[in-house]
């Protein structure tokens, strides 16, 4: 069965350093986001791809976070630098097309310290 | 105001009896699509059921049903002869948006029901 993959599955940065998420999307799956999950919170929305294009990113706090999907297949996350209040879960998803379901990876548990 | 209401922060159920997760929503767009997702502990956010505004009939897929009544702006999730295995947090998850008007969708997450199965 077809799966998005994310690594690492852990990550531990100190804060003002740097950090990257990968995500690798269900095969051909044109619609590719990333989501932040607060511990006891539901995830949102941070960023929204449409093959390699940003549809949607009004929630990526840009002066911190940079997404790409250089190739319109696998995406990568980062955050420069680093703050506590990044500490959170990130999770990828994939859909065929933007309006249809989306299909989640494993997540990536980022603690700042 | 919320787009999503979850009320039910957490919920006990006993094994092989039905449980009710409440969901409510919040939009003026005419078409939008509603979807259940299941979190267990390890992170992944596993789909479960998704209902369209225009879908007449409540969805089903398998143990679980999602009770769509679209003048209350609810779409509660039914799961039937719960097993252990459905312990976890579900949430309730919104698309809206036109792509015609605005250009893309927005996806928007409730805060989540944690469910606990008992033996």
């Known amino acids: 069965e077809a799966e998005v993959a994310q690594s690492p599955r852990y990550k531990i940065t100190e804060k003002s350093q740097a950090v990257a998420f990968w995500c690798d999307p269900i095969s051909g799956h044109a619609t590719l986001y990333w989501y932040r999950q607060i511990l006891g919170q539901g995830p949102e929305l941070l960023v929204q791809f449409q093959d390699e294009s940003v549809v949607d990113d009004s929630q990526l706090p840009k002066d911190r976070f940079s997404a790409e999907r250089l190739k319109g297949v696998d995406s990568t996350l980062k955050i420069q630098p680093a703050e506590l209040g990044d500490s959170a879960m990130y999770l990828c998803?994939?859909?065929?097309?933007?309006?249809?379901?989306?299909?989640f990876g494993p997540g990536t548990r980022l603690l700042v310290l | 105001a919320q787009k999503i209401t979850q009320t039910q922060p957490g919920m006990f159920v006993q094994e092989k009896e039905a449980v009710t997760l409440d969901c409510t929503y919040d939009?003026?767009?005419?078409?939008?699509?509603l979807f259940w997702y299941k979190q267990p502990s390890s992170g992944e956010m596993i789909f479960l059921i998704y209902q369209g505004s225009y879908d007449e009939q409540n969805a089903t897929e398998g143990r679980y049903s999602l009770n769509f009544q679209k003048a209350r702006k609810s779409a509660n999730l039914v799961i039937s002869a719960s097993q252990l295995g459905d312990s976890a947090m579900y949430f309730c998850a919104m698309r809206e948006g036109e792509w015609a008007t605005s250009g893309t969708y927005k996806y928007i997450f409730g805060t989540g029901t944690r469910l606990k199965v008992l033996a």
């Open positions: 998803a994939s859909s065929l097309d933007r309006f249809l379901t989306q299909y």
């Open positions: 939009t003026s767009d005419q078409s939008y699509g």
